[in-house]
């Protein structure tokens, strides 16, 4: 019946306006839709999402004793920030196998030090090794860098939220000067450029400057997964809640001095269950215990690649699941010619957002 009346509808509008009119206006409308697709798929995330003060239970009290790595085996000077004094320090979190992605990251946006007027530095936080061979291949990137921060704990996917209280930790104890921090994974297209245009624009103002900003792609209503063999197993005896509060994708997201102070105070004072959780979803519970909430940016990419186009690139913030190879050449390739038109960025963005969704659809938890 409805789809009757919505048939019986079109044909009244056709006849009373013309076929041509009416195709002319779903083209508008489409073109309208495009070149704005990022304003509509925030406007659309911030209508869903359930705020800090939702329930959702919470992590239950443990006999396991927190672990706090506030040691570190390697790690450039502790007055480097003070040397620098950064706007925003991005630590990427790699494997130490990964030297191949550490160096493509330092020849491309990870080389950086000043963009758009600010400093910016970039380090890298890896785990202990069993290998010595590897071992030994680290002090000696360390010595060359001076780039490399290195916790106490073994390096493994088990242990990410152990490496993520380290590099919250150690942001707090010796770069306290930052105004942001950006947490990456190694695999992950970064733009500091694109970044500090949107805190620009959103958040670049005196009444701003105190608030904790806890920015990138936010995960909605996320179920625990209690499948003990899956990488995002989170037991049912830890977390009481039927859903995870709100939180952003562990591929990329962005913290203000502030929420780096909150935050890394709320996930010391948790106590660490075991097995640990994904340290994406365990900073969102560490978040919401601060009463920090996430703020969605669909300039972060945080499922399925996008595929490259250099005026998309050159306005998104971070693109996940992006080799070696590709950062290399696609930075390359967006500083080979001038910046793209406004219409040129609009038009692209909304391509590559329009796929990125699609493909969000069809793989919501990568």
């Not at 009373?16 to 009416?22: K, M, T, Y």
């Not at 972060?300 to 998104?316: L, N």
Request: aromatic letters at 10%.
């Amino acid at each position: 019946m409805v789809i009757r009346g919505l048939w019986v509808c079109k044909i009244r509008v056709v006849k009373h306006f013309g076929l041509a009119q009416v195709l002319c206006l779903l083209v508008f409308t489409c073109l309208f839709a495009g070149l704005f697709f990022d304003y509509i798929e925030s406007w659309v995330t911030s209508l869903r999402m359930s705020g800090v003060g939702g329930a959702h239970g919470g992590i239950l009290l443990q006999s396991v004793p927190p672990t706090r790595p506030e040691e570190y085996l390697l790690m450039p000077s502790s007055l480097v920030c003070q040397r620098a004094k950064p706007y925003l320090i991005t630590l990427v979190t790699s494997t130490p196998a990964n030297a191949k992605a550490r160096q493509a990251i330092r020849d491309t946006w990870g080389g950086e030090v000043q963009v758009r007027g600010y400093r910016v530095m970039t380090l890298f936080m890896v785990g202990q090794v069993s290998d010595p061979v590897l071992t030994k291949q680290l002090m000696e990137e360390a010595r060359e860098h001076g780039d490399l921060v290195q916790g106490r704990f073994l390096d493994s996917y088990a242990n990410l939220t152990l490496k993520t209280l380290s590099m919250l930790a150690w942001a707090r104890r010796f770069c306290p000067e930052a105004r942001f921090l950006a947490k990456v994974d190694d695999d992950v297209m970064f733009n500091p450029s694109a970044l500090l245009q949107y805190i620009n624009l959103k958040w670049r103002t005196p009444e701003r400057e105190l608030e904790e900003l806890y920015l990138g792609r936010v995960h909605l209503r996320v179920a625990p997964d209690h499948n003990p063999a899956s990488k995002h197993y989170f037991s049912k005896d830890v977390f009481s809640g039927t859903v995870y509060p709100d939180y952003c994708s562990g591929t990329a997201y962005v913290l203000s001095r502030p929420a780096v102070l909150k935050l890394s105070l709320a996930a010391a004072a948790t106590p660490l269950p075991k097995p640990l959780p994904p340290e994406d979803v365990f900073v969102g519970l560490c978040a919401h215990t601060a009463g920090i909430s996430p703020t969605h940016c669909p300039l972060f990419s945080g499922g399925p690649p996008v595929p490259y186009a250099r005026c998309c690139y050159q306005a998104m913030v971070s693109v996940h699941h992006t080799t070696p190879e590709e950062m290399l050449h696609y930075w390359a390739d967006m500083h080979s010619n001038a910046p793209c038109t406004w219409v040129g960025v609009r038009t692209s963005l909304g391509i590559c957002k329009l796929k990125a969704y699609l493909g969000h659809l069809l793989w919501p938890r990568l």
